[in-house]
């Protein structure tokens, strides 16, 4: 069977401050709080920010999680819902690991 997540794609948003570091944007501690619980859970398997220009970050889910129950998380993100980000979600296979 083929290990395919549906993983949260992040980028900065209307709100976001070109001006300031990432870890400075306002409603940025919320957004990861946010997904602290999602890893409490233990139905995420990783996430974290890109380190280019571009900004913006990724969260993998853990395999059982649904398309429907991570686009509900996603959307209730306060970062997503201020505009402080945008996010989508894509499938993707996991094609390596150990």
């Known amino acids: 069977m083929k290990d395919i997540r549906h993983v949260v794609i992040h980028s900065p948003g209307p ?20 997904y602290r ?11 974290g920010p890109f380190l280019d220009a571009a900004g913006g970050g990724m969260m993998i889910p853990e395999a059982a999680l649904s398309e429907q129950e ?7 993100d306060p970062a997503v819902a201020s505009g402080l980000l945008k996010a989508a979600v894509r499938q993707w296979l996991v094609g390596m690991t150990k």
């Open 70 to 76: 991570i686009v509900e998380f996603m959307m209730a």
């Open 37 to 47: 619980q999602l890893l409490a859970a233990g139905k995420l398997a990783m996430g």
């Open 15 to 34: 709100n976001w401050d070109p001006g300031l570091p990432t870890f400075e944007q306002k409603g940025l501690q919320e957004h990861i709080e946010h």
